[in-house]
């Protein structure tokens, strides 16, 4: 017995020194796993997620360190939890990161092939890329469109303004949402594709709520492969679904373009459509109908929730914080007066306690808290730890926000802090990347940069804000984007 017991050692041994170890050493890098939980049996250690996993993962952090490894099922999790780390991966090592992991209900309509936002780093990514800082984000096209933001902004104060004399309170978030909707829809199409009525037919603001929720819930699809052919929540059933209707509305405008583009008519071909369209038309373009539906859609589901949830937390914290209200709201009345001229863009560079509201907001709130999962495209080593190839790196800016070594007194909302330090979101701070940073950074951040000063000096230049109770519930709750639990319902008064 004896010594079949140390023979069977033995061998286990030799297999474990020689496979096991052996073959996790690959290309001369050191393969050592950052430190973390040890993992279970098949499931690993996704029982630790909860229903927050940036505030268990930011728990976690504290204990393993802010490079931290875990086994999600069977998905080896890299979790970056603070700036220094995080410059490592999206600066020094950025294009080894630049890949995406794709949940399972992104390839609804095999958009993992074909959306800005799930596409590799390749030659498809890079022309739509491109196409986007060009022609949507750039300055000139941004200064362009001004008009249109200024109406569509006009158009939210007139709902408030109906809300304020009729004594109504106002969905905060909700209705930002409808601006940001209406805003991309104009920039697009030229029409309206959503109303501020939540009584009337709102069958593509509908949708888009709908696949963000898609977007936002857990799937064991994503943990477990194995699990894909049974679809367990049903969720790429019903992303093929909204897809399909999303994409239905789209054609319909892009096919009603094209005649009137055959006659010689069109109603409007400055907007991005009649662009995507001209480009589409040039002999060596790789811009397919069907890319331009896909990245419309990319711009309707990455701007509208981030932008709408954000606005809503500005105002939360604001609502809360009545003397830093009034603070932003004199600064603003010394800089566009009294007298009933309206808010526009270029006041913003004169507002820096404003943006100082939207900084401490992006740092207390991010709306993507953990950016949209990069994945590893080969071994890297980063501080002497080897990162797998295909690892999924979750970046958590909400722990990083949290932190207070990074920021003094960093549960409190602050804006001041912003007002001598230098500090931006624009990808070089590695502090506060709230649109990410290096390659995948966001490239709707200047549009976003422009929508959420503009809506939230509106609001608050033009009213006051109150609600009832008097006592605000400010937890946040995981999806798509990181939003208020209960939604901001604010009662407007006239300033
Ligand atoms: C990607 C944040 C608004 C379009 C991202 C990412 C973040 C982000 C964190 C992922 C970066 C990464 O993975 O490293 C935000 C925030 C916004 C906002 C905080 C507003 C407050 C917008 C708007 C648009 C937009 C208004 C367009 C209309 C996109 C697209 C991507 C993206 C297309 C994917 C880029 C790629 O994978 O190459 N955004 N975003 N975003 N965002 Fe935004």
């Given at each position: 017995?004896?010594?079949?017991?140390?023979?069977?050692l033995?061998?286990?041994?030799?297999f474990?020194?020689?496979?096991?170890?052996s073959?996790?050493?690959k290309?001369?890098?050191?393969?050592?796993?950052?430190?973390?939980?040890?993992?279970?049996?098949?499931?690993?250690?996704?029982?630790?997620?909860?229903?927050k996993?940036h505030?268990?993962?930011?728990?976690?952090?504290?204990t393993?360190?802010?490079?931290?490894?875990?086994?999600?099922?069977?998905?080896?999790?890299?979790?970056?939890?603070?700036?220094?780390?995080?410059q490592?991966?999206?600066?020094?090592?950025?294009?080894?990161?630049?890949?995406?992991?794709?949940p399972?209900?992104?390839?609804?309509?095999?958009?993992?092939?074909?959306?800005?936002?799930?596409?590799?780093?390749g030659?498809?990514?890079?022309?739509?890329?491109r196409?986007?800082?060009?022609h949507?984000?750039s300055?000139?096209?941004?200064?362009?469109?001004?008009?249109?933001?200024?109406?569509?902004?006009q158009?939210?104060?007139?709902f408030?303004?109906?809300?304020c004399?009729?004594?109504?309170?106002?969905?905060?978030?909700?209705?930002?949402?409808?601006?940001?909707?209406?805003?991309?829809?104009?920039?697009?199409?030229?029409?309206?594709?959503?109303?501020?009525d939540?009584?009337?037919?709102?069958?593509?603001?509908?949708?888009?709520?709908?696949?963000m929720?898609?977007?936002?819930?857990?799937?064991?699809?994503?943990?477990?492969?194995?699990?894909?052919?049974?679809?367990?929540?049903?969720?790429?059933?019903?992303a093929?679904?909204y897809?399909?209707?999303?994409?239905?509305?789209?054609?319909?405008?892009?096919?009603?373009?094209?005649?009137?583009r055959s006659?010689g008519?069109?109603?409007?071909?400055?907007d991005?459509?009649?662009?995507?369209?001209?480009?589409?038309?040039?002999e060596?373009?790789?811009?397919?109908?069907?890319?331009?539906?896909?990245?419309?859609?990319?711009?309707?589901?990455?701007?509208?929730?981030?932008?709408?949830?954000?606005?809503?937390?500005a105002?939360?914290?604001?609502?809360?914080?009545?003397e830093?209200?009034?603070?932003?709201?004199?600064?603003?009345?010394?800089?566009?007066?009294?007298?009933?001229?309206?808010?526009?863009?270029?006041?913003?560079?004169?507002?820096?306690?404003?943006?100082?509201?939207?900084?401490?907001?992006?740092?207390?709130?991010p709306?993507?808290?953990f950016?949209?999962?990069h994945?590893?495209?080969?071994?890297?080593?980063?501080?002497?730890?080897?990162?797998p190839?295909?690892?999924?790196?979750?970046?958590?800016?909400w722990?990083?926000?949290?932190?207070?070594s990074?920021?003094?007194?960093?549960?409190?909302?602050?804006?001041?802090?912003?007002?001598?330090?230098?500090?931006?979101?624009?990808?070089?701070?590695?502090?506060?990347i709230?649109f990410?940073?290096?390659?995948?950074?966001?490239?709707?951040?200047?549009?976003?940069?422009?929508?959420?000063?503009?809506?939230l000096?509106?609001?608050?230049?033009?009213?006051?804000?109150?609600?009832?109770?008097?006592?605000?519930?400010?937890?946040d709750?995981?999806?798509?984007?990181l939003?208020?639990?209960?939604?901001?319902?604010a009662?407007?008064?006239?300033?």
């Amino acid at each position: 017995k004896i010594i079949l017991i140390s023979l069977s050692l033995s061998i286990f041994t030799f297999f474990y020194f020689f496979f096991i170890r052996s073959g996790r050493r690959k290309s001369g890098v050191a393969a050592r796993l950052p430190p973390g939980p040890y993992p279970l049996p098949i499931i690993g250690s996704i029982f630790k997620l909860g229903g927050k996993p940036h505030h268990s993962l930011a728990a976690l952090s504290k204990t393993y360190g802010p490079l931290m490894s875990l086994k999600l099922g069977n998905r080896t999790t890299i979790v970056v939890s603070s700036p220094e780390i995080a410059q490592e991966f999206f600066s020094k090592h950025d294009i080894s990161f630049s890949s995406r992991t794709i949940p399972y209900a992104g390839h609804t309509h095999d958009r993992h092939k074909i959306s800005m936002v799930w596409l590799p780093v390749g030659d498809q990514w890079r022309t739509l890329r491109r196409i986007s800082k060009e022609h949507l984000f750039s300055i000139r096209q941004l200064d362009s469109s001004q008009l249109l933001r200024k109406k569509k902004v006009q158009q939210l104060l007139d709902f408030v303004q109906d809300c304020c004399d009729s004594g109504r309170t106002v969905n905060i978030g909700e209705t930002a949402a409808t601006t940001t909707l209406n805003v991309l829809s104009n920039f697009i199409f030229s029409v309206d594709l959503a109303e501020y009525d939540s009584r009337s037919s709102q069958e593509f603001k509908d949708l888009v709520w709908r696949l963000m929720v898609i977007g936002g819930t857990p799937n064991l699809a994503d943990f477990f492969p194995v699990l894909r052919p049974l679809d367990p929540h049903g969720l790429l059933r019903k992303a093929n679904l909204y897809t399909s209707k999303v994409l239905a509305i789209f054609e319909r405008h892009i096919g009603k373009r094209l005649q009137e583009r055959s006659t010689g008519s069109p109603a409007s071909n400055k907007d991005l459509l009649g662009l995507l369209l001209d480009i589409s038309e040039t002999e060596e373009s790789s811009i397919s109908l069907d890319v331009i539906r896909h990245l419309i859609s990319d711009l309707f589901l990455a701007g509208t929730d981030t932008t709408s949830s954000t606005l809503e937390w500005a105002m939360a914290e604001l609502i809360q914080s009545p003397e830093k209200m009034s603070k932003a709201r004199s600064e603003l009345e010394e800089v566009i007066g009294k007298e009933d001229r309206t808010f526009q863009e270029s006041d913003i560079s004169r507002l820096p306690y404003l943006q100082a509201v939207v900084k401490e907001t992006l740092r207390m709130h991010p709306p993507v808290p953990f950016l949209v999962p990069h994945k590893a495209v080969t071994d890297v080593d980063v501080k002497g730890y080897v990162i797998p190839q295909d690892a999924q790196i979750l970046c958590n800016l909400w722990a990083m926000g949290q932190d207070s070594s990074v920021w003094p007194d960093a549960l409190r909302f602050e804006p001041e802090r912003f007002l001598e330090v230098g500090i931006d979101y624009k990808g070089s701070n590695f502090e506060l990347i709230p649109f990410g940073a290096g390659r995948r950074m966001c490239p709707g951040l200047p549009l976003a940069d422009r929508m959420l000063h503009l809506m939230l000096g509106s609001l608050i230049y033009k009213f006051d804000w109150k609600i009832e109770g008097g006592i605000l519930d400010m937890s946040d709750k995981f999806g798509f984007t990181l939003q208020k639990k209960l939604p901001l319902m604010a009662i407007p008064v006239k300033v």
